[in-house]
């Protein structure tokens, strides 16, 4: 599967933000989707996934301020996020496994497939 991430852009803080990942090639429905977030000299962290059952969870940094949605008629994952800070800065990636559970779901090991990335600048 291939994966397009985009929705990216320079907002305030307290302001929201929708990211989409768009696949082409298969099926979304076939597979875990998560996000994953990469701050300048930060290593990538887990922010968010969606398992095939439709099970959400996310990382403690931004639970209750992110949703993560599936749309299968469009073949896209959406990451909602709201109540954004200056923190939520950096650029993140879309990443989709078919071999993801529970206890892997936030390792970036469980994902085979990347989108490039979109920046998002939480900014005043």
């Known amino acids: 599967v291939q994966l397009q991430a985009s929705g990216g852009g320079l907002v305030q803080p307290g302001g929201s933000l929708r990211l989409s990942c768009a696949a082409s090639?298969?099926?979304?429905?076939?597979?875990?989707v998560a996000w994953f977030r990469q701050a300048p000299g930060m290593e990538r962290q887990f922010v968010a996934v969606?398992?095939?059952?439709?099970?959400?969870y996310s990382a403690d940094s931004v639970k209750g301020r992110v949703t993560i949605s599936r749309d299968n008629a469009e073949n896209t994952v959406y990451l909602q996020m709201n109540s954004l800070r200056p923190e939520d800065t950096a650029i993140y990636y879309c990443a989709a496994g078919s071999s993801v559970i529970t206890s892997n779901l936030a390792s970036q090991d469980a994902y085979a497939s990347w989108g490039q990335g979109t920046q998002v600048t939480v900014s005043s």
């Open positions: 969606i398992d095939r059952s439709d099970r959400t």
């Open positions: 090639g298969r099926s979304v429905r076939r597979y875990a």
